[in-house]
């Protein structure tokens, strides 16, 4: 592993990319960051679970599930009327209303309100904008983002968390991955750094999680698989 201002990188083959995610992973966990009690920004709990399930798995393929689950992240998020749950006429209509305000204030010599008055109308007016431009995005997101922009930056995870990104060269036996990712707290940084030195001092091996067939076992066995959880859906790590 490479360690520098950027972050963590990894050259190999895609157990090698597997093992980096969850050596990172691991040691986000053992820092306690996806605790929201913890004494680290709550926020890096949701973060965090964003990271899990972007991050690759030694069951997934790069072109196919990677790339698939970078376009999912990085779908656009809601804007502030959005959120406010507004849709664009509806803003629209406010902004009527606040400039009719200030029609009004001025006739009443109140130059202030006025003008307080038409700002409230300009941010209803962007923000319905907004709203409507990112509702049309959503729209040609699957078929422009995955088909155009995947080709452009396929393989690449960003959040207040963790930046991360996954370059490949070769095809066939050559086959080579460049893995990278950055944690983008310095202070959390610092302690990922530590853990991931004390991880290679200490772990000989490391068993890379594999996903559990239950419905093989199930047609196998004539039995019903047991209760998913946590602690079984993962092979257990050495040390």
Same mark, same amino acid.
């Given at each position: 592993m490479e360690e520098s201002i950027s972050g963590f990188k990894v050259r190999g083959d895609w157990g090698? @990319? @597997?093992?980096?995610g969850? $050596?990172?992973? $691991?040691?986000?966990r053992d820092n306690g960051v996806d605790d929201p009690d913890a004494a680290h920004d709550a926020r890096f709990a949701r973060a965090f679970e964003e990271w899990e399930e972007w991050r690759p798995k030694s069951h997934e393929t790069l072109d196919a599930d990677v790339s698939e689950k970078t376009a999912e992240q990085a779908s656009v998020e809601e804007g502030k009327g959005e959120k406010a749950g507004k849709e664009p006429d509806e803003d629209i209509k406010t902004a009527g209303e606040k400039l009719s305000e200030s029609y009004e204030a001025l006739e009443e010599d109140d130059a202030e #309100?006025? @003008? #307080?008055?038409w700002s409230e109308s300009i941010d209803y007016v962007a923000r319905a904008a907004d709203s409507a431009g990112r509702k049309a995005l959503r729209r040609v997101e699957d078929t422009v983002y995955q088909r155009v922009m995947t080709q452009l930056a396929p393989y690449y995870f960003d959040n207040e968390l963790v930046s991360a990104n996954i370059q490949q060269s070769g095809r066939g036996n050559g086959e080579e991955f460049v893995f990278e990712v950055n944690v983008n707290d310095d202070d959390l940084k610092e302690e990922v750094s530590d853990k991931l030195a004390e991880y290679e001092d200490e772990i000989d091996r490391w068993h890379i999680e594999v996903e559990k067939d239950t419905e093989a076992a199930e047609a196998i066995e004539g039995a019903e698989p047991p209760p998913e959880s946590e602690d079984n859906s993962k092979a257990t790590r050495n040390g």
């Open positions: 090698d @990319v @597997v093992e980096h969850e $050596r990172i992973t $691991r040691a986000l #309100g006025a @003008v #307080g008055k």
